[in-house]
């Protein structure tokens, strides 16, 4: 199995950043893609950014421009750098990860963090 714990959530006043982590612990074969999404009260969970093992990145309209994704594939660590934050970014955001377990075949599944919240007000 994969565990995903992510770290560096918090409030933030609007324009201002912070810097996401999440470090993939486990009996991990291989991580193919590593992203970032997040939920609003009242929202479906949506795609933020997501990073290949190539380090070919996709961005939610939305934060393009302002967020920017990266990957340690040597620590199986993604991080997510959230510049000019606004109050609409607010949200529980998750650490994803499609890996493959050693010992569970070469199949791939999807791993998710649990989560943490980012607020930005005045």
């Known amino acids: 199995q994969v565990q995903l714990v992510e770290s560096g959530g918090g409030l933030v006043q609007p324009g201002g950043s912070l810097r996401l982590s999440c470090a993939a612990s486990?009996?991990?074969?291989?991580?193919?893609?590593m992203g970032w999404y997040r939920q609003a009260p009242g929202k479906q969970r949506e795609l933020v950014a997501t990073?290949?093992?190539?380090?070919?990145?996709n961005y939610a309209d939305s934060v393009k421009g302002r967020f920017t994704i990266s990957r340690d594939n040597a620590k199986n660590t993604v991080y997510l750098q959230m510049n000019s934050l606004k109050p609409e970014d607010t949200a529980v955001y998750y650490c994803?990860?499609?890996?493959?377990?050693?010992?569970?075949?070469?199949?791939?599944?999807?791993?998710w963090g649990q989560g943490t919240q980012v607020t930005v007000s005045s």
């Open positions: 994803n990860a499609f890996a493959r377990t050693i010992g569970w075949g070469k199949s791939y599944y999807d791993y």
């Open positions: 486990g009996s991990i074969a291989s991580i193919n893609v």
């Open positions: 990073v290949t093992s190539g380090g070919g990145t």
